[in-house]
Structures are given as structure tokens and as C-alpha cells.
């Protein structure tokens, strides 16, 4: 698996996400990606319990630890990489997370606009 370019969606570096817990396609605290990344992990949020309980409801439990896979689950506050479509779908049953720019990688705007991501990023 070749990694894309890091870059985010202002043109930048791509910033590290989160390292506690360690996030990341590759595990590696950044929404890097690859062409084997069919999910598109590439939207740094800062998650919320309304993220949260919206994501296991539609399939996904973020909050449950799985330990056989090294996933501590996560709490409101930790930040994570998730799936842009993902995020759109939650978004369009409004319940975005916050999104942090410098940390989501420009692949992002293949499914997501620039103008939605910024609607809802945090400082």
C-alpha cells in the first residue's frame, strides 16, 4: 500500500489527528490514505456523544472497546479518522462532528466540499 500525498484540504501539511488513541488508516495519529482505502478515512473529528450514539445506531460503534484489534473506544473529546462518506451521512441526519482542517486530507474533497467541511470545523 502506497500512501497518497499528505495533504490537507487548505493545500497543506496533513496535521496528526490523534496519537491517544492512535488513529489512521495506516495507525499512524494521521488521516493519511491509499488507494486501498475504500472507506475514505480521512475526516479528522473531534467526536461527541451525539456523534457517537448516531454512529453505532447506523452500524458503526466507535465507543466499544474491541481490544483484539487494539481499539480502546472512544469518549467525547478524543479525536478519530473516519469515512467521509460516513461523516456526510451523519451530517445529513444532522449530527456532524466537529471536523479539524489542517488534519483531514484533501481526498476528503472528492465526496465533501470544501464549504461544508468549514461549515462545521472547530478552532
Not at 3 to 29: E, W
Not at 35 to 55: K, P
Not at 74 to 85: H, I, S
Request: proline share 9%; aromatic share 6%; glycine share 8%.
Amino acid at each position: 500500500m502506497t500512501p497518497l500525498p499528505s495533504r490537507n484540504v487548505l493545500g497543506g501539511p496533513l496535521r496528526p489527528c490523534s496519537t491517544d488513541p492512535l488513529t489512521g488508516f495506516f495507525r499512524n495519529g494521521r488521516c493519511d490514505t491509499c488507494a486501498e482505502d475504500h472507506g475514505c478515512h480521512t475526516v479528522c473529528v473531534e467526536v461527541t456523544e451525539q456523534f457517537l450514539e448516531a454512529s453505532r445506531v447506523i452500524g458503526n460503534d466507535l465507543s466499544t472497546p474491541a481490544p483484539a484489534y487494539g481499539f480502546p473506544g472512544l469518549k467525547p473529546g478524543d479525536r478519530w479518522c473516519v469515512c467521509a462518506g460516513r461523516w456526510l451521512e451523519l451530517l445529513e441526519g444532522d449530527v456532524a462532528a466537529p471536523i479539524v482542517l489542517a488534519a483531514t486530507h484533501e481526498r476528503t474533497l472528492e465526496i465533501v466540499p470544501l464549504e461544508v467541511l468549514q461549515q462545521h470545523a472547530t478552532a
